[in-house]
């Protein structure tokens, strides 16, 4: 429970996740995450970054543990109510950006609002285009943009909703160092802007240099599997 007797925004207990045909489990360290704070998730790459962050979006069903958001079980959620509280809850930046090369940006930030059947929000689109320096991008397909400007796209994508929780998977994947700090820049404030918590997966040395808030280390397989 936080100072305000609320529960934490997330809460990860006695988590494993086991892929089928796989020789072992991945096991993750407990921590909680009130609303607003900052995470960034370090380990080196197969450590379980991509993994954990698929089960606390609910996209894998862990082998035993719980993932708590808000002081609910995500494993009380049936598959229809886990994508709708996804939906509104969390904004995911994928580690690979999944733009369809057949819709402009404007459509691509609309997508989660018109996949559920909500109305579209070109306001909101707008704003943050402008917000993130992609103004004159709203036209663009994703194979008319630099790795940079599809990476900020991807974010405003994710911010469309508001979402309470952020989440990004190596986010500098590809980046340059110019890039790669802006991009975090762009993450954090946008996080804060929203009163966000922002949880960040990374194996890039120069994120975790630049990084001020809590670290969590997955340990690599060979150590913290059994
Ligand atoms: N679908 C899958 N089936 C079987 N094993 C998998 C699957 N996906 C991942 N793994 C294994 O689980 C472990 C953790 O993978 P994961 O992608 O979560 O690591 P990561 O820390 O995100 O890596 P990276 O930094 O390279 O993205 C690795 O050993 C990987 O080979």
Known sequence: MSDTGSPPLLQVQGLSHHYPGSQRSLRFADFELAAGQHLL???NSGSGKSTLLALLA???TPASGEVRV?????????QRQRDAWRGEFLGFVPQRLH????????QSLQLPFLSVGLAADLPRAQALLQRLGLAEMAGRHPHQL??????????????????????????????DDANTAQVLRLLQEAAAEQGASLLLATHDG????QWSARSLVLPDLAGGAA
Do not use: F
């Open 41 to 43: 998730l370090r380990g």
């Open 146 to 175: 630099s790795v940079g400007q599809a990476q900020r796209v991807a974010l405003a994508r994710a911010l469309m909703r508001r979402p309470r929780l952020l989440m990004a998977d190596e986010p500098s994947a590809s980046l």
């Open 99 to 106: 733009l369809s090369p057949a819709l402009t940006v404007m």
């Open 70 to 78: 808000q002081g609910r079980a995500l494993s009380g959620l049936s």
């Open 58 to 60: 609910g996209l894998l």
């Open 206 to 209: 120069r994120i975790a240099a």
